[in-house]
């Protein structure tokens, strides 16, 4: 059971918008900034959202990152088949002294 | 170019020890925290360890704690993680991350590619 709670699954067509979102406590997302990322299948995870909403330098503006209270959302647009991934958020918990992560939502694109 | 390199992971026995290794360039290493993190087959991450940028400072997961521990030497800008008393439950890819700042209490903007660590009879 991950601290952080993200859906198991996501689908969309190409060139269609989804989110995905994450939900954690005061403790949590409530207390501290939030990031993103993504990982392609057999390969490590790679940063794609830091600070609950800036993107690192190489990391297309169809990647967009929001923050309110004690819940965090991954937006993408433009969706292409590339971006079948699984992504997680992740964040420091205060209360845990503890990176946490969330279980992780596969997105699949149609 | 940021690189982290692991090595050492393998089969172990249920109760034995392994040591991690990884071995980083492309930045200045002591001036930044570093984490451990783990993934179960077909599982989710799971933080295990971050030690600051100094090494004076660290934090396990409680599922590790009291067996594992995290160490680096900044004079060969390698980090280190001790595995002793290895249960299945710690089957999983291991990765170094490297944190943003100082502390490791942060994001992880680089990845290494992982190493596998197998506990079993």
């Known amino acids: 059971q991950s601290v952080l709670t993200q859906p198991p699954s996501v689908s969309a067509a190409p060139g269609q918008k989804v989110t995905i979102s994450c939900s954690g406590s005061s403790s949590n997302i409530g207390d501290n900034y939030v990031s993103w990322y993504q990982q392609l299948p057999g390969t490590a995870p790679k940063l794609l959202i830091y600070d609950n909403n800036k993107r690192p330098s190489g990391i297309p503006d169809r990647f967009s990152g929001f923050e309110s209270g004690t819940s965090a959302t991954l937006g993408i647009t433009g969706l292409q088949t590339g971006d079948e991934a699984d992504y997680y958020c992740?964040?420091?918990?205060?209360?845990?002294?503890?990176?946490?992560f969330g279980g992780g939502t596969k997105l699949t694109v149609l | 170019e940021v690189q982290l390199l692991e090595s050492g992971g393998g089969l172990v026995q249920p109760g034995g020890s392994l040591r991690l290794s990884c071995a980083a360039s492309?930045?200045?290493?002591?001036?930044?925290?570093m984490s451990w993190v783990r993934q179960s087959q077909g599982k989710g991450l799971e933080w295990v360890s971050g030690i600051s940028g100094s090494g004076g400072s660290s934090d396990y997961a409680d599922s590790v704690k009291g067996r594992f521990t995290i160490s680096r030497d900044n004079s060969k800008n390698t980090l280190y993680l001790q595995m002793n008393s290895l249960r299945a439950e710690d089957t999983a890819v291991y990765y170094c991350a490297k944190g943003n700042q100082v502390l490791y209490r942060s994001y992880f903007d680089y990845w290494g590619q992982g190493t596998l660590v197998t506990v079993s009879s």
């Open positions: 992740g964040t420091w918990d205060s209360s845990l002294s503890a990176v946490v």
């Open positions: 492309g930045f200045s290493f002591s001036s930044y925290g």
